[in-house]
């Protein structure tokens, strides 16, 4: 039911005709008098009682509760709000010169070109050239480039990096000259919004001893922030029929989830799946597209400055696709020709050496594999 509020000057109009209405004699409420004074003093009150009021019902529901008072309202449930995440990927080290062996320290620090956004080396032990002796990645003589994870300093999607934006080197590293990313950086992830939790809380109830499609969705979400997945019944992760087994297939943006994130997963699920039934967890299969075109553009920029553009904004598209989602033929125009206003037409597309969407399965993820523009 909704509440009847009423603003400041309704109540002192109504609480005088009231006082007219019971007097026997004409009751002074001119400006100035006792009498209007006592009436708006009553009226104050009114007002900040009913403010309490509208924010008691605020807090106490979680439709309308924000910020740290939703946050203690899920906690009555035992939810918590899922952190920001600092991007992580891949960036590659470069040398010009190759006649002594150089050494990318654990720690390094990166930066993006204008310094705004910094990065660090982490720990890989299964890349080869990670040697725990000297603590950290190898540039053996004659060899030219290393490619080693990094994470952002800073949590968020704002640390995310566009193709080529890291690419300043703030730890001074004998013997390399240049460091970028070859591919996007879009694993950061914001905090959880007020929006996105109330959806997840519903999910969640919705799971309640329940062995059903919602309890396995409900299960995998609060993994990892952004997670994609997708639950396919009664199908082996391979397409053939298997009734009574189920897989999830997960992503976290990246098309490679960790070992981590799939053992989370896989020990989440197994707490609401059905009694007897199997299933298991899996990566998905990257599908690798390839995908061509060339672009008209404006005489007077510079037309290897826009390939790159539209370049990369068709690269972006392409591995921001979730799993089993469809890469249509006619987005790779559009999204090249929206790069820059500089590309003024956008000529002989093809995707995968044809004209025709391209489709994953729902175990599948479409992931680029080249783009060439000319």
Do not use: C
Request: aromatic share 8%; no cysteine; net charge negative.
């Amino acid at each position: 039911m909704a509440l009847n509020t009423k603003d400041f000057t309704t109540l002192v109009k109504e609480m005088v005709a009231s006082v007219q209405a019971g007097a026997t004699a004409i009751i002074d409420f001119s400006v100035g008098s006792i009498m209007l004074a006592w009436t708006e003093a009553v009226a104050f009150v009114a007002i900040w009682l009913q403010s309490i009021v509208l924010q008691l019902l605020l807090l106490v529901r979680a439709a309308t509760s924000t910020g740290s008072d939703l946050d203690s309202w899920m906690a009555d449930f035992g939810l918590v709000r899922i952190d920001a995440v600092a991007a992580y990927g891949q960036v590659t080290f470069s040398r010009a010169v190759t006649t002594i062996a150089a050494t990318i320290p654990l720690g390094a620090t990166i930066a993006s070109q204008d310094g705004s956004k910094q990065y660090l080396v982490t720990l890989d032990i299964t890349n080869p050239a990670y040697s725990a002796g000297v603590g950290g990645y190898i540039l053996p003589i004659g060899t030219a480039s290393v490619t080693v994870p990094i994470v952002a300093v800073d949590s968020g999607a704002y640390s995310n990096a566009a193709v080529g934006e890291v690419s300043l080197i703030t730890t001074s590293i004998a013997g390399v000259d240049t460091v970028t990313n070859a591919a996007t950086i879009d694993t950061g992830m914001d905090t959880e919004t007020d929006s996105q939790f109330r959806a997840r809380f519903i999910l969640t109830i919705q799971t309640y001893g329940r062995a059903t499609l919602a309890a396995v969705q409900g299960a995998t979400a609060p993994i990892l922030p952004g997670i994609r997945y997708n639950v396919v019944e009664n199908f082996n992760f391979d397409g053939t029929p298997n009734d009574g087994y189920f897989f999830v297939v997960v992503d976290d943006g990246t098309g490679y989830p960790s070992p981590t994130v799939i053992a989370s997963v896989q020990a989440a699920v197994d707490q609401v799946r059905p009694l007897t039934s199997a299933f298991g967890v899996f990566a998905p299969q990257v599908v690798p597209v390839a995908i061509t075109f060339d672009i008209v553009t404006d005489p007077l920029l510079s037309h290897s400055a826009l390939v790159l553009a539209a370049q990369a904004a068709v690269i972006s598209y392409v591995n921001s696709l979730g799993l089993g989602a469809t890469l249509p033929y006619t987005m790779v125009a559009k999204v090249a020709y929206e790069a820059d206003p500089g590309v003024l037409n956008v000529q002989n597309v093809a995707v995968n050496s044809t004209t025709f969407d391209v489709t994953p399965k729902q175990s599948q993820v479409l992931k680029v594999g080249t783009v060439v523009v000319n």
